[in-house]
């Protein structure tokens, strides 16, 4: 399971006018600080885990931080703006690129991605700022765009002929692809991999949309030319115990030679 490396907490200070309410942190887990939209009163706590909790499971894309933060009971549903700062070393084990963060928040047994923006960078460390309905537990990932790619597993296709169309070299930079959905001259199909006939001679456009773990998508298209059956060009067939021309012409010739020079030889002899 998960196991606690930082926490730490603070006591909420409300606005000069009461509208408000934020509480700062000394730095000893990445959670900087909040904002609430309301007014809050009493403690924040923020616990900074080494992994996602069996009872969420990891969240989409390539996972660099978890953080559970409790809040006072009446504030558990309070809008609030979370700052968090990640430094340079998490970005590097994760590969990721600052503008591929996202703080993700765990309720109704799900990931929900919250909207993200970089409010601030420190040398290799940058700082999100991210909109919460609420809270519980938080997760910071890179996600992006998966790539879409498709492969037809043959260059020479006829009407009836069965074609397998391929979405395995999809990619995704940080997660992993979830689902494949397929449309085949508007006929629908799922599955990394799909097979398909075409009936009439002609081009047919094949796409696929990819979706990964994160919920981004990405599509692709390609052209499938399909001939009348029996027009692919087929291999010569050598007949078995038969000479071919080449072979033929090979003996003739030598047979010819072999009787040039028995009349050479006949002839000399006389």
Known sequence: GAT?????????????DGASSSVAFAGETGVEGIEFGGAVEGDVGVVELDAAPESTGRAPGAGVSVVEITVPDDARNTPATIRTRIGADRLEAAGADAEDLRLS?????????????????????????AETPGFSVFAVSAVSE???????????????ESVTLSGVRSSDRYGEIVAYDWDVDGETAAGSVTETTFSEPG????????????GETDSTTATVAVEP???????????????????????????VLALLVVAAVRRADR
């Open 4 to 16: 606690a490396v930082a926490s730490e907490a603070a006591t909420v200070q409300a606005s000069a």
């Open 203 to 214: 081009e047919y456009e094949v796409e696929l949309t990819v979706t990964n773990d994160a």
């Open 229 to 255: 059956a029996g027009t692919a060009a087929a291999a010569p067939v050598e007949e078995p115990g038969l000479f071919s021309l080449t072979t033929l012409g090979a003996v003739v010739g030598a047979l």
């Open 105 to 129: 928040r765990h309720s109704d047994g799900e990931w929900q991605a919250l909207e993200t923006s970089v409010v601030d960078r420190d040398g290799g460390d940058v700082v999100l700022a």
């Open 146 to 160: 998966p790539e879409a790619a498709i492969t037809v597993d043959s260059d020479g296709v006829e009407t009836g």
